[in-house]
């Protein structure tokens, strides 16, 4: 059996034909999803990539594993996806174009095989891989971080689909969004933080630009995931499980924001998930799951014996057509956190969960190491609080926190107690310098160094 997990970074599910999009965004992963299982309704938990990932293959919250910064790893024995299919004789492999997620000291360390993979010149050999006939059971973990994350350089003949007017070019971080990344440049992250502090504005043209250019990204990553699917299809004789997912969205100020891990807003933690093989027939399953729930499922559908301890939950009942009760999903982004059951969602503070000690040891230490940016983020979150009915409001418009009601006070209770049980459950992590050069390098490009 071939298991495989495409991951495209920064991918919203709302920008899928498959979701609901107006643009023709995903003309072949519409194609997949109508032959095989969606899910309307993915969340990540957590709106940034490293500990969305870490989620996705230990089955944990990132309250419990911990990861927060590119200098972690998981210190203690925790079984992850890959090594519990290593153990069963599967091969796995991790292919990324981000040095970071290759690292192994770190994420890297829990495959048998990483592989640096450029999307425009390694396909091929990917594809050789995939398709050996002497080969079983693999399992990929294949992420792609070219052109849907930012920046947005797909070839502007795409761009043209989806942006017949003029291309508005006077500023440097319209330029610095939209071409390839030079390491000369000014860092990714340094632009954004121009962006998000209004430092440079940007006019409703130019947002719409840019999402004209990231819809263009998809458009050139859905040919990619089209031929390579159909690859998979042709050499696997229907013995394969092919799941399309991203690790989170991304935010084009529909709440303030630009890019991703500032909000828990629907643009940034609603994802896809579309899976394909095992003789699973067509269909849509509305509850909600979590992406750390791909990990019980997997173990779930192949017999294998499924973590006690981790907080993924299998939904393996619903490839099955049985809705499961419904469950709470909760995102994280420190410091807010968000909780999500029955279509209603509660976006609050972290700090209105912590003990007293704890919040002045995390505001003392911002103070200590004179973060004043993430100051004010952590302080204005203090008064933030939104509540949200996202059946008749799924853009999250009104804020009906102000009423109240028994049901946002059931999600903060529950809130409540979800921490205090991540609290005494937390693992331990590593913290090491970063000594690859190239880690350091292309970190500093995309503005986290």
């Known amino acids: 059996m071939k298991i495989i997990i495409v991951s495209i970074d920064a991918l919203r599910a709302d920008s899928l034909g498959c979701y609901g999009y107006e643009r023709d965004t995903s003309p072949e992963i519409d194609t997949m999803a109508a032959a095989g299982v969606l899910f309307k309704n993915c969340y990540t938990p957590a709106n940034w990539t490293n500990p969305s990932y870490y989620s996705l293959i230990t089955g944990l919250y990132p309250s419990v594993h911990g990861v927060s910064h590119h200098r972690h790893g998981l210190a203690g024995k925790v079984r992850t996806l890959p090594e519990s299919l290593a153990a069963a004789g599967y091969k796995t492999f991790l292919y990324s174009n981000f040095y970071t997620l290759l690292d192994e000291k770190r994420f890297g360390s829990h495959f048998q095989n990483r592989v640096y993979f450029d999307i425009d010149r390694d396909s091929d050999r990917l594809k050789e891989i995939v398709a050996a006939p002497e080969d079983r059971d693999l399992f990929f973990l294949i992420h792609i971080g070219s052109y849907v994350h930012e920046p947005y350089c797909a070839p502007e003949e795409l761009v ?157 009942s619903s490839l099955e057509w049985k809705e499961p009760e419904g469950r709470r999903v909760i995102c994280e982004g420190l410091p807010f956190m968000a909780c999500i059951h029955s279509r209603q969602k509660l976006i609050t503070s972290f700090y209105h969960l912590m003990p007293w000690r704890e919040k002045l040891k995390r505001i003392g230490n911002l103070i200590r190491h004179r973060k004043w940016r993430r100051l004010l983020l952590h302080l204005y979150s203090f008064c933030k609080t939104g509540f949200y009915d996202l059946e008749k409001d799924p853009g999250e418009m009104t804020n009906r926190a102000w009423r109240g009601g028994p049901k946002m006070r059931e999600l903060k209770i529950y809130l409540k107690n979800w921490y205090g049980r991540c609290r005494h459950r937390s693992l331990e992590i590593t913290e090491e310098e970063i000594d690859d050069e190239k880690i350091i390098e292309q970190l500093k490009g995309l503005g986290y160094l």
Request: hydrophobic share 35%; charged share 30%; net charge negative.
């Open 160 to 316: 043209r689909e989806f942006w017949p007017g003029e291309i508005p070019r006077g500023k440097e971080e319209i330029r610095r969004l939209t071409e390839e990344m030079n390491l000369s440049d000014e860092s990714m992250r340094n632009v954004l933080r121009k962006v998000n502090l209004h430092r440079s504005l940007l006019s409703r043209t130019e947002v719409e630009y840019l999402k004209a250019c990231y819809d263009a990204g998809i458009k050139y990553i859905d040919r990619w995931v089209g031929d390579f699917f159909n690859v998979v299809e042709k050499s696997s004789g229907g013995e394969y499980l092919f799941i399309l997912t991203a690790d989170h969205g991304q935010g084009f100020f529909e709440h303030g924001f630009f890019g991703h891990g500032l909000s828990l807003y629907q643009e940034l933690v609603r994802i896809p998930l579309i899976l394909r093989g095992v003789g699973r027939r067509g269909g849509e399953v509305s509850n909600s799951i979590s992406l750390m729930d791909i990990y019980p499922t997997l173990l779930d559908i192949f017999g294998f014996d499924i973590p006690r301890d981790i907080d993924g939950v299998s939904f393996r």
